[in-house]
């Protein structure tokens, strides 16, 4: 009995953080229902389900969106002609990105190169907390690995939000850092937020208007920053 004892220490030492991942919201996966965004959620599982193959699938939320919006002309110009298909959702989090892939699998895009960008939703909608957002994109990433194993990944940074350094801020530099510390296997992380911070630590509302979004010199300048590193990942 007295062997079983630390055993059993150990098991419920465990057992918290068990039940906790189980019960994160950022790792389970389900679907949109806000009817303002059902056509758009829609329009995405259809791309993944009837385009043809596509060499870059981009993955987000509204700011991966928004190159069909404010970035349009970059896309265009830059994106499009690497063969990229965009699969973003306005206001996704990660739960909703695990349901769309779950739905529409991107096997049959056959891409050579997938971008991912999520977790900021999960943060400002308060319905996860950084560890479970963490969580959350790490499971997006295992899901595309799992759908896509020939594809690179590019894993971009949750961007810095607000005018102002923020608690919100703090959370986002957390997530990104271990991250970066430790990426999953075949997975590159890339940092691109960090040129819009000032040096007194605000950010200019001539890229993001409203302090989340970007504007056509944000994809601009995203562009600038992301191209070289996706056309590396795509000539290996």
Request: charge should be negative.
């Amino acid at each position: 009995m007295r062997t079983l004892l630390p055993v059993l220490a150990a098991l419920s030492l465990l057992a918290p953080a068990a039940v906790a991942q189980a019960d994160n919201p950022a790792t389970t996966p389900v679907p949109r229902t806000d009817e303002g965004i059902l056509a758009r959620q829609t329009e995405v599982l259809r791309r993944a389900r009837e385009a043809g193959p596509a060499d870059v699938v981009f993955l987000g939320d509204s700011i991966t969106q928004g190159w069909e919006g404010a970035g349009k002309a970059v896309w265009e110009r830059d994106v499009a002609p690497l063969g990229a298909v965009n699969l973003g959702v306005s206001g996704d989090r990660t739960e909703h990105v695990l349901w769309r892939l779950q739905e529409a699998p991107i096997t049959r895009l056959q891409p050579r190169a997938v971008v991912v960008m999520i977790g900021t939703n999960n943060l400002g909608h308060g319905s996860s907390n950084a560890e479970q957002t963490l969580a959350g994109v790490r499971a997006v990433l295992a899901k595309v690995r799992e759908q896509a194993p020939q594809a690179e990944i590019l894993l971009l940074e949750i961007f810095p939000r607000g005018e102002r350094i923020n608690a919100m801020r703090g959370d986002i530099a957390q997530i990104n850092q271990a991250l970066r510390a430790h990426p999953p296997q075949g997975v590159r992380t890339l940092a691109l937020g960090d040129r819009w911070v000032q040096a007194d630590g605000t950010i200019s509302k001539e890229v993001m208007p409203d302090l989340l979004h970007l504007s056509p010199l944000g994809y601009e300048q995203w562009a600038q920053g992301m191209l070289p590193a996706l056309r590396e990942l795509l000539a290996d």
